[in-house]
């Protein structure tokens, strides 16, 4: 005989109907109810459509509970280290800002290669408009960081167009930080700063992309003191300086000279004879000497930055040395008397790029050849300090080949400069010059020009001419002049062989490189044809030329007939690749929408090569075909011979 049963239960193996299964899942406690919603798997489209199911699901998914934290955590950890543990927070109204800046920042960030693309390499672009878009949004800046640093860290050969423009925004927006940072550290009382903290902000800014911050430097420069503690306490066990190393920002001082001449001979053993420290005397002007990470790294550098390093070791050690500003190589000064002196006779000066040799004031200036005044062995403030660091970065730049490097060098260290000291009007003059030869932020020209002028009237003359330039400039920009489109199909570019995309190597010099762009014919200067012997070669320069992207960072212009594909296609390093290409497809380069705008027809030419030539390397299978690859299809049938 059959049983009823209500909707609620079942009928058990006694004939009864079993309470424990009349229960249903809202009917559990909200602890356990949140820890089935904080299951990994479940995205916040899940957590949504639950808590939009009944009243019960959600109050347990309510803006402040769990639930909504664990989502926040789970999609975003990098941004964990901004609340503090336990933080009671509107997780939920977090989430929806974070969510909203990241689909802003978007858009932006995928916008600018259509305003700002230009088929010639334009070194050292500002993307003002967009940094100030970035800017207007209102969010926390720690929010846009993070999309821009998602954006980076996705799929590596996908999103290059993408990742190209989010890499300069966020080199921008941390270098403002840094920068706002610097001025806060300039503001303190000279007793404040820190030379270790100012040499940090300059490397920072240098390298706003790396991970560079005051705790990770000082705590490998207490693993140096470590090691020489551990030496010193062989040679002396009772040493004060063994009672425990002070924090780096609280003064600690040894009385005794013969307990500090224990103190800095282990320093120098521990430094230049056991981890190798060096002054870097074959590759002497590479900017990474001045970097204080880079230098630590590296074991080698130049004057000021390793008798920084030496400085605020001995400081450790509780011998107090201060910096001096000879001229051409940097020093530090050690007094010899208990009572503190003036006289250049009572210290003994310390080259740290000499391995920490001890010198008197007269063999000071053998290191020179020329004597020099007393005023050159006075200690100096940490600012000058930078401003000397800062002046040999600004010099190397000043030497550099002309490429991107050494103009973003040059740039950041004139902004380091001139925040510094912002009234010098050379260097407010020579970044003045530097974004006009550049072609870029003509806004910002205008107002150093108006600053000089201010400062300086008699600058008007270069001042005027600047001013006239910059504004026709500006007038330039208004009316942009339509790009010009190549289409392989025409009459005039029939001799060109290669298409945009293709990896190529160049026969004589044995570079690798990817072709950006082409003329039918080479379209520099006599000059440039006669310097580079053009007419040496078979088809001189009546030849098709390519514009391409070289592995070591440059670009350069080469003829046809120098240029083969790669036997191997490999990726190309080089900074500007996503400017042109939005993914690298393993044999070849897929260009974005813009350079295939300008190229219309290079792309089926370039898929047809790697067929020809590469299909050894395509997957078997259409499956993964690109978009550019399915629509290319057509043309690669017709050019099959029959």
Known sequence: MASSVSADGYLGLNGAISESQTKKLTDLPAELLEHILCFPLLSHDDICNASCTCKRLRDVCHGRGKVWGHQYRLRWPRLQKYYRHNECCDWLREYRTRHTV?????????SISKRFFTEVPCVGQVLGDSFAEIQSLGAPEHFC??????ILNSDKWKSLTLKYYAKKILYFLRQQNI???????LEQSPVQQSALEGAVLVDQYCNPLAEITVASISDQLEEITDKVQKMLRIKNPSHPSLRGAPDAGVCFHVDDLELQRQAVCVLNCVLYEQLQYKGNELDYYNPLNSYIHQVIQRHTGIPISLSVLYMMLARRLGVQLEPVNFPNHFLLRWCQKPNGSEDIYDFVYIDAFGKGKQLTAKECEYLIGHQVTADYYSAISTTEVLLRMVGNLLNIGKRGEGNEKSYQLLRDS???YLTINPDNVQYLLLQARLYFHLGIWPEKVLDILQHIQALDPSQHGAVGYLVQHTLEHIQ????PVQPEVKRRSAAEHVDVRYAAGLVMKHKRSGYNCVIYGWDPKCTMSQEWISTMRVNQLSSGADQPFY????????????AQENLEPHEDPLEIGHPEVGRYFSEFSNTHYVANEELETRYPEDMSETLCTVRR???????SSGGNQSKAQETAEPAEQQAMPM
């Open 102 to 110: 990241g689909l802003q920042i978007r858009l932006t960030v995928e």
């Open 145 to 150: 960081e993070d999309e821009l640093l998602f």
């Open 179 to 185: 920068l706002r940072s610097l001025k806060l550290f």
């Open 414 to 416: 004139l902004d380091l």
């Open 476 to 479: 330039h920009k208004k009316q």
């Open 547 to 558: 514009n391409v992207l070289v592995q070591d960072g440059t670009c350069r212009y080469a």
């Open 613 to 619: 030539l590469y299909h050894r390397l395509l997957p």
